[in-house]
């Protein structure tokens, strides 16, 4: 690659402003395909990418949310 962001919604935020290819989370880039601005190539392979959660345990007791959330992991 050309360039390199270490963030992909830096690499969103360039691709649209200047245009090009990248290969990008399809959770980061669904609503500029469903409006036209982007689009996916078929042919392109794709990668799954893993999600890691690190939490402080003496802090996430009060997070309600969290075990809703592990589950669906």
Not at 4 to 26: D, Q
Not at 33 to 45: I, K, N, S, T, Y
Request: aromatic letters at 10%.
């Amino acid at each position: 690659a050309k360039l390199s962001f270490g963030s992909a919604v830096w690499g969103l935020e360039y691709l649209l402003a200047n245009g090009g290819s990248a290969y990008l989370p399809e959770r980061l880039v669904r609503a500029h395909c469903a409006a036209g601005r982007l689009h996916v190539r078929e042919q392109a392979p794709v990668f799954n990418r893993n999600v890691y959660l690190i939490t402080n345990d003496a802090l996430a007791g009060d997070w309600s949310w969290l075990p809703e959330v592990m589950q669906g992991a």
